[in-house]
């Protein structure tokens, strides 16, 4: 079935406010197989509204409206699908009692305007509100279903959620399946390039989306042999995939590494020059972090690398402190100093400068996995901000990897 989206609100247009409700919406819809083909974005206009309604209606045979069902004057949407198709407006006397009950439970006056919000198109259902005075809509009419719902976020998803989604995914029976398939350190054209050279089904539709040094790709397939096609690409993301490839889905690589972590039972502690602390941040974001962090020393100047994470002179003189053996040393010491299980470091060249002769974007790490002492060398000249952030999501990545044989 394909389907409509329609957001109202001419605070979205000017920019003022950013719409949530297209995106929770069409994540929704998309997971029972619906098919989004349009997502709109109108005016309060009543006139605007009216224009959106008839062009989903003609293109689509599921239309969600959001916003425009509140007391006020600008508050059209029900008064835009009730001329769009042709229909008067009711007074509903059960909506009305819902109303005054709603006022006198919070003890708050219930102002005349209100009872505008009691009115439904005749043969619409109301779709209760047991968050806000704003109930949605329902309308069958002309073999299209329109669902009307609040614009507030927290209303419209609950609304969703408990009353309007459990029935769509008992009528939709299209053998429609998505799955996403999310990648790290290779490009989206390269990524294109590499499995568009492969023989895939012909059932298979790809799209690729990038992100910040990420690559998500989603496959959509439509006919009974979309359980065969999903499994093709499994083993296909397995096998040819594994040195890009981190999971599947929505979790991001932050919470599928912490999760591993703690899982593991192992511990980490963190030495960073060039990430600033990024590393360190981002590893105490997600609740129960203590559990596997073990802590961190932000070491900026050659100094601090000398005397708190006790580097030997002798190495930083050599090599410098943008050097394999300087990342090395510091995921050894920071190990032995936090007696973590696994110890991490960071140098490099943040930018925009260059430093000890080398680029801006030119990072070491430095990882310590029990025994086994590794470095590796990036090269990414973005800006220094998304520089810093690259760094933190390729070591969450390499670390993950070592935690699949653990």
Known sequence: MDVSIIVTGSEILYGKVQDTNSKFLAQK???????????????????????????????????????????TKDDLTRDALAEAADLKLKFSDRLAERLHSFFENS???????????????????????????????????????????????????????EQIYPDLKKINNNSIFFKEYNFIGIGESTLADKIEKLTIPENAVLSYQAGRGEVKLRLKVENDDAESTIEFFDNLISTKFTDYFYGTGDMSLLEIFCDRLKKSGLTIATAESFTGGLLGKRLTELEGSSAYFKGGIIAYSSKAKKNILKINPNILEKYGAVSHETALAMAGNIADIFAADIGVSTTGVAGPDSMEGKKAGTMFVGIKYFSRLFSFKLNKNYNRKLNRWYATQIILFKIMKLLENY
Request: hydrophobic content about 35%; some cysteine; aromatic content about 6%.
């Open 29 to 71: 819809l998309t997971d029972i197989g619906l098919n989004i083909k349009n997502i709109i974005v109108c005016s309060d206009e009543k006139s605007d509204i009216k224009e959106k309604l008839n062009f989903a209606a003609k293109n689509t045979d599921l239309i969600f409206i959001t916003g425009g069902l509140g007391p």
């Open 107 to 161: 003890s708050s006056k219930m102002t005349k305007n209100n009872l505008k919000q009691a009115y439904l198109p005749e043969n619409a259902e109301a779709v209760l509100n047991d968050n806000g005075t704003a109930p949605g809509i329902k309308l069958n009419h002309n073999n299209k279903t329109f669902y009307l719902m609040p614009g507030v976020p927290s209303e419209m998803r609950s609304m969703f959620l």
